[in-house]
């Protein structure tokens, strides 16, 4: 069964994140981050930021909301038993501090199969409150069989 | 950040060495909202075919975020990382980041970095960006 390309280019609504402090302590821990920007806000401003910082990879949990209805999306119709996730790449810009409110804007940027294999590719761009760009990511789900 | 204004292209990253014990998928599944039992449940994973509960590929994406921010000493210094998941990474087992620069130029690195458990390369082919400005 070839791969469904029909979605290609479709693009989800726009989902809002409030960053909270205690979600950026509880995901530092959980990832080993033991650098104190990550932990205490004194750290934090004194390290010139806003407040607490994320770290980089934290954009997976602000980007999540988004990305569940993109990837769950009958119109894309992934075999989600069949499912892997393949390849990931984030380019970031401005920091996330606590309290900060990101917006992310999935896509679908791309399918096509390869070694009978489905590639289900999506673009996500979040900006925080100031338009800034905090990350892009490109997220490569892989569907066995397509 | 000067030490890694000096690494030259075949310059190593210091090591990143860690031990995710047993719980730490459920931490994670917790912290990051990623509740797939495949993470989280043994029994559930090992009835569609995997050894036991396997880790989240994001958390190991993690560590080699954390090797390039850790030796540039400030998480604003990461500006891209690409990887590739490929084998199962497992609780209560060390996983181990190297990272190598592939080219230094005007305080720009971009390295190949890979995260093995043993010999098994669970995230390979990845690439990173830091810049020390």
Redesign the interface.
């Known amino acids: 069964m070839p791969v469904n390309k029909d979605a290609v280019g479709k693009q989800w609504p726009p989902v809002a994140y409030e960053v909270g402090l205690e ?1 950026i302590r ?2 530092a ?5 033991e ?1 104190p ?2 932990l205490d806000r004194e750290a934090a401003l004194a ?1 010139g930021f806003r407040d607490v ?1 994320a ?3 934290f954009c ?2 602000y980007s ?2 988004a990305m569940g209805p993109a990837v769950l999306d009958p119109d894309v119709g992934i075999n989600l038993m069949a499912m ?9 810009g401005e ?1 996330v501090c606590a309290g900060d409110l990101i917006t992310t804007q999935p896509k679908l940027a791309d399918v096509y199969e390869k070694d009978g294999r489905g590639f289900y590719v999506f673009t996500s761009e979040s900006t925080n409150a100031d338009g800034k760009l905090t990350v892009r990511g ?1 997220w490569t789900n892989i569907v066995r069989g397509v | 950040m000067a030490e890694l204004g000096d690494l030259n292209q075949g310059d190593s990253l210091p090591e990143l060495r860690v031990t995710p014990d047993k719980y730490l998928p459920h931490r994670y599944a917790g912290a990051s909202g990623d509740f797939n039992p495949i993470h989280i449940d043994p029994e559930f994973a090992k009835a569609v075919g995997l050894p036991s509960n396997i880790l989240h590929g994001l958390y190991s994406m993690a560590q080699v975020a954390r090797a390039h921010t850790d030796a540039a000493g400030d998480p604003r210094a990461l500006r891209r990382l690409e990887v590739q998941f490929r084998g199962l990474g497992m609780p209560e087992q060390e996983i181990v980041v190297t990272t190598t620069v592939k080219e230094a130029d005007d305080g720009r690195l971009t390295t190949e970095t890979e995260a093995a458990q043993g010999d098994n390369r669970i995230i390979r082919n990845a690439q990173a960006e830091l810049a020390l400005d």
Request: charged content about 15%; aromatic content about 10%; glycine content about 6%.
């Open positions: 979600k509880e995901y821990r959980a990832v080993g981050e650098n920007v990550h390290a910082v770290p980089p990879m997976v949990v999540a909301p892997v996730h393949g390849s990931q790449e984030f380019v970031w920091p490109t």
